[in-house]
């Protein structure tokens, strides 16, 4: 084959891909979440991806990879071909935190994949056993005081965004709590409904439909302001205990090298996600919220997942914190 005719067939086959990557997506894609079904990275996952579904006219498929704090789905996620037709949905904290977790986690949460956008950042509450004789957050933490070591509770695995925030409520409230891993936190939920576990420190993306049917109590949200879809439950500053503030975002992001026509084809969808009336509504439901300005672009995204990256690492440091 002449120099002229190679070129010319490699051309072709470029201008085929770019083709193929405009035409995105022509068959299912998968949706990795690195967490059990039913818990608030699958929920959100989900809300999304009909929508995805609906308006690009492929099914966007939800592949429960879990494991090892989130870091299994990660791994197998950043290691997926880069076509754009496997994704990744993950929370922001244990994305960043799992390879300075876990060794195995041989993956780099900003080099390997490509931001595509926040789904929701969702506040932790304070959410106990229906049973547990405590009615304010005051109580509870007087509680464990005199119950050290007595008080589990559950989460999505060392280093998910669950472990971490009770981890820093132990940390701020000056008590020893015990730590109940399980491969999401909706698994952990129904053991906390079942009364084997004691508290978690949940989303609403998981918690509110127990809360809703009076299975779980919730004695404070873990953020500056009370959520306006609950307007009893008081914040953790007004129940008592300042400074506890820990919001989880979940975010989309394409494998790093997706073709950028397929990658823009996500961030638009995404954008238009954010303004449908439908969807907000499941989010709010759900005690927690789509991006606002300044937080809806796959930017702000990328330059918050490198910010959390810094910021955990030092906080893993400092506060010892382990995989279990
Ligand atoms: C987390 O704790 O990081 C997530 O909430 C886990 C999950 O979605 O189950």
């Known amino acids: 084959m002449s ?77 997926a071909a880069p076509d754009g037709y496997t994704i990744f949905v993950h929370n922001v904290a244990p994305h960043v935190a799992g390879p300075a977790l876990y060794p195995s986690a041989q993956y780099d949460p900003v080099k390997n994949f490509e931001p595509i956008g926040t789904l929701a950042f969702a506040a932790h509450y304070m959410v106990v056993r229906k049973d547990l004789p405590t009615a304010s957050l005051k109580d509870f933490i007087a509680y464990a005081k005199t119950n050290p070591g007595k008080l589990n509770y559950g989460s999505a695995g060392g280093g998910s965004a669950t472990h971490l925030a009770c981890v820093l409520f132990g ?41 809703q049917g009076g299975t779980v109590r919730v004695l404070a949200v873990a953020q500056a302001t009370r959520f306006p879809g609950l307007p009893e439950v008081p914040t953790a500053a007004e129940a008592g205990l300042q400074g506890f503030e820990v919001t989880a975002a979940t975010a989309m992001y394409a494998i790093a090298g997706t073709p950028k026509p397929a990658v823009a084809k996500l961030v638009g969808t995404m954008s238009a996600a954010y303004k449908d009336p439908a969807l907000r509504k499941r989010i709010s439901d759900l005690a927690s919220e789509v991006p606002g300005p300044g937080q809806d672009t796959p930017d702000a995204l990328g330059a918050f997942t490198v910010k959390e990256t810094a910021r955990w690492s030092e906080a893993i440091k400092k506060g010892n914190i382990k995989a279990q």
Request: overall charge neutral.
């Open 3 to 79: 120099m002229r005719t190679l070129l010319a067939f490699a051309a072709t086959l470029a201008g085929l891909s770019i083709a193929q990557a405009q035409d995105y997506p022509t068959k299912p894609v998968t949706i990795v979440v690195p967490f059990a079904a039913g818990g608030p990275t699958d929920v959100a996952a989900r809300i999304y991806g009909e929508y995805f579904s609906r308006v690009l006219g492929q099914q966007f498929v939800i592949e429960n990879a879990a494991g090892a704090g989130g870091t299994t789905g990660a791994l197998r996620a950043a290691r």
């Open 171 to 211: 940390q701020q409230a000056g008590v020893d709590i015990v730590h109940v891993p399980y491969r999401g936190t909706g698994p952990a939920l129904n053991d906390l409904v079942a009364g084997t576990l004691d508290f978690m420190c949940d989303q609403g993306l998981n918690m509110m439909g127990q809360y």
